[in-house]
């Protein structure tokens, strides 16, 4: 990058005692084929010897220390506002990048100037034959499904499309539709504001992009503990009711109803049987405190769901969906995911061209 020319992207990654991924991650941007892109490390207080750790890694990297832990969607929020870039990429503290990843993405944003977000090829660290998500889906069942999860890197992962979201851990967004529509909803701390981000841009009418050459390879939980910890139960909890609460029109919420009902249930029982009920508990008590506010959101929103906006996002569900299901294949015994075996079987496909929404009530 010349002297005093602004960059094309804004690496942003959030941390909170990452100490142990983070040079790697940062190691991987030094090696990167461009230059023009500055990076910048949140610190959410953290206790370790982060700082350190990221100064000797990337020399020339932005480092925001914050005074308290903001959590993944505070921490994001703060780079996003501190960048200098068009673009903002936010990256998770325990992914790395390949060499040419930057390069890639630039390519895609002149290729894309309709873009407002790009989504990564996530794989495993670990097991690099793996996936982690191939754009992300959202599913009538109100959660997101990341395509790709734990199925093997396969050709069809090399064809650029249009995606529903991106996966937050490693995703791009052109940073005037971030001003425009608020950044993450930093109350949901962490899990499922990729989620919540992408319903907003899919009411607008916003296109997103799947970068099949963008690779990045992520260890998964390095902070939260994983999926079944105790603040992993928490949130995911939490976010799954609160994201339906603010973001979802009435109108797709009372269509999606069983669905919802089946996912609430088939999550409760896991819950129960790895033994964190009381970390369940402890997310709807969260719920209730949170729901005054997100009703406000929700309020603020209903001013851009007339019905042209709300027909517009479910029928952006439905091809997520459609595509969920057919990477998922549930014919297939080694589908990896029994909760998608039994939620396609119990719940037939619905056709675009035969499915509208109806009602009046938002």
């Not at 982060?50 to 914050?66: G, M, N, W």
Request: hydrophobic content about 40%; aromatic content about 10%; overall charge positive.
């Amino acid at each position: 990058m010349k002297p005093n020319e602004p960059p094309l992207i804004s690496v942003v990654i959030p941390n909170y005692n990452g100490a142990a991924y983070l040079a790697a991650c940062l190691s991987s941007l030094v090696r990167q084929t461009r230059s023009d892109f500055e990076v910048l490390v949140v610190d959410n207080g953290s206790s370790d010897d982060s700082f350190e750790t990221a100064r000797r890694a990337a020399p020339s990297a932005v480092i925001l220390r914050q005074e308290r832990n903001l959590g993944f969607a505070g921490g994001a929020n703060a780079g996003i506002h501190a960048g200098a870039a068009e673009w903002i990429a936010i990256l998770n503290n325990d992914t790395e990048v390949s060499e040419e990843w930057l390069a890639r993405c630039a390519d895609a944003i002149g290729r894309h100037p309709d873009a407002a977000f790009l989504a990564c090829r996530i794989l495993d660290f670990g097991r690099r034959e793996l996936g982690y998500s191939a754009g992300d889906c959202f599913l009538r069942a109100g959660i997101g499904y990341r395509r790709g999860q734990e199925q093997p890197d396969r050709p069809e992962y090399d064809v650029e499309s249009e995606t529903f979201a991106a996966c937050g851990c490693a995703a791009l967004y052109r940073k005037s539709v971030l001003e425009r529509v608020g950044g993450y909803d930093e109350r949901l701390f962490a899990y499922m504001e990729d989620v919540e981000l992408g319903l907003r841009l899919q009411a607008l009418g916003l296109r997103g992009y799947y970068l099949p050459g963008a690779r990045v390879y992520h260890h998964g939980a390095a902070t939260s503990g994983g999926e079944f910890s105790p603040l992993g139960v928490n949130l995911r909890t939490r976010n799954s009711l609160l994201v339906l609460l603010k973001s979802v029109p009435a109108r797709i919420l009372l269509r999606c109803a069983p669905m919802i009902l089946f996912s609430q249930a088939f999550w409760l029982a896991r819950v129960i049987r790895h033994g964190r009920i009381f970390s369940y508990l402890r997310g709807l008590v969260g719920v209730l405190r949170l729901t005054p506010a997100m009703l406000r959101s929700r309020n603020e929103l209903r001013r851009q769901w007339d019905s042209g906006t709300v027909e517009r996002l479910w029928r952006a569900i439905l091809r997520s969906e459609a595509t969920a299901r057919a990477d998922c294949d549930c014919s297939a015994s080694d589908c990896p995911s029994l909760f998608l075996r039994l939620y396609f079987r119990l719940f037939r496909s619905v056709g675009l061209e035969s499915s509208s929404l109806t009602r009046d009530s938002q």
